[in-house]
């Protein structure tokens, strides 16, 4: 794919009523009334969407007789997406490349009860691991953490870094403290910092 291309279909994909589209008819065709209805859009505002998304190859029209259907074109999509895959997981500099991967939620209330209201809040897998620990799973390919016994009420975020011993020195360097030199717990390497407020963020070794 060459980037005219990619740049006309990332183009299309900007517009959230466009992806919106795209998500109902990706499963079965549909006719351009009921995406009107399912998006909440006019349906001359669908009509224009559907002319950019055909334009470029997403979204593929069917006739049979006078009735009209569209769905989305899943293998352009995967085209799409494999482009995007040849970029490299992260560019030098770019502070995306240092994502969040894990959450503690510290607190002092009874285990019972913090676990199931994470449980049944948000539909949230945990699992106990000892006294005063339990993983927690936000779903498949979602963030994962852990609720943790605490003092004091607090959200610790995890970012993943590429080097964790320069990470740290960077973070002294901004006026951060460091509150846990790097340690090696059994799952992972990391260590915790402070930002310059006071607020707690663990760094995290990526594998």
């Not at 259907?69 to 502070?95: C, H, I, K, S």
Request: negative net charge; charged residues 20%; hydrophobic residues 40%.
């Amino acid at each position: 794919m060459g980037e005219d291309e990619a740049d006309e279909l990332l183009r299309a994909f900007s517009h959230p009523a466009r992806r919106e589209i795209l998500r109902h008819c990706w499963h079965e065709r549909q006719p351009a009334g009921a995406l009107a209805s399912a998006s909440g859009l006019a349906a001359a505002s669908v009509s224009e969407h559907l002319k950019v998304l055909r334009k470029c190859g997403l979204v593929v029209l069917h006739k049979e007789g006078t009735f009209r259907w569209y769905r989305t074109d899943r293998a352009r999509v995967a085209d799409l997406a494999a482009w995007l895959r040849g970029f490299p997981a992260g560019f030098e500099g770019d502070p995306m490349s240092s994502p969040i991967v894990h959450f503690d939620i510290h607190g002092a209330a009874p285990e019972s009860e913090q676990h199931r209201f994470y449980a049944e809040l948000f539909g949230w897998q945990v699992t106990p691991r000892g006294p005063g620990y339990a993983q927690v799973t936000t779903g498949e390919g979602g963030l994962r953490g852990a609720l943790v016994d605490g003092d004091a009420p607090s959200v610790t975020v995890g970012v993943a870094v590429a080097d964790l011993d320069a990470a740290v020195e960077r973070a002294v360097a901004l006026g951060g403290t460091v509150t846990m030199p790097p340690t090696d717990n059994g799952w992972v390497v990391k260590a915790q910092v402070t930002d310059p407020a006071g607020n707690p963020v663990t760094l995290i070794q990526q594998r």
